[in-house]
Every structure is written in C-alpha cells, then in structure tokens.
Nanobody
Framework: QVQLVESGGGLVQVGGSLRLSCAASERTLSSYIVGWFRQAPGLEREFVAVISWGGGHTRYADSVKGPFTISRDNAKNTVYLQMNSLKPEDTALYCC?????????????????WGQGTQVAVSS
C-alpha cells in the first residue's frame, strides 16, 4: 500500500504559477509510474500528466502541454507538477496517483493508489 499526500495548491491569479507536490509514505515510489489528474466541479476526472519511474519519459494532456511540467525526485520520494500561465479553466482538485502499470497510461482506471488531492483555484 502506498500513501500519497499532495500539497502546494491554493488561490492564484490568472497567469500565475504553482508547484504541486506528491509525497509518498514509502521509499519505493521509484517503483511506480505516477500521474496527476484533476477534477472540476460537475466534470469528470481528467488526465493531466504522467511520468516514468526514472523521470525520463512523460506524457501530457494537450490542454496543459507547454505550461505544465511533471518531474520527480526519487531520493525525496516526491513527484512534482509545475504549473505556469494558469487559467481559470485550470481550477480543480488535483490528485496524484501511482500505478503498477508498465506503460505511461493516462487512464484513471489503471492507477492503483490515489491521494486525497489539493485544491487549485485560479481567479480572473
């Protein structure tokens, strides 16, 4: 069982930046592919980004490609999501998740462990 805890959310103005962190309770986060997802009120959960075990491979949703960057520091057992040029449509609850999958999957159903999420609000 992997316990994931997100942090770094908050209220920011349009065009601002936030860096989200996803910390794991175990030292084995490096054994998992980790992704970020978001869910806005009334909408379905949406894939944001995913990163491979070593961090050398990543995938992004088209809507965030460019302004968002996923990275990881396995020594700190943490995965990050740097979000720049934020827009009101980026407002959502952001959750990280870990999967045993061997592939850079973007499907929420493929992820085995989930954090509780951190709220991001972008004001115009």
């Amino acid at each position: 069982q992997v316990q994931l805890v997100e942090s770094g959310g908050g209220l920011v103005q349009v065009g601002g930046s936030l860096r989200l962190s996803c910390a794991a309770s175990e030292r084995t986060l490096s054994s998992y592919i980790v992704g970020w997802f978001r869910q806005a009120p009334g909408l379905e959960r949406e894939f944001v980004a995913v990163i491979s075990w070593g961090g050398g491979h990543t995938r992004y949703a088209d809507s965030v490609k460019g302004p968002f960057t996923i990275s990881r520091d396995n020594a700190k057992n943490t995965v990050y999501l740097q979000m720049n040029s934020l827009k009101p449509e980026d407002t959502a609850l952001y959750c990280c998740a870990a999967t045993h999958s061997m592939y850079l999957t973007t499907s929420p159903e493929s992820f085995d462990y989930w954090g509780q999420g951190t709220q991001v609000a972008v004001s115009s």
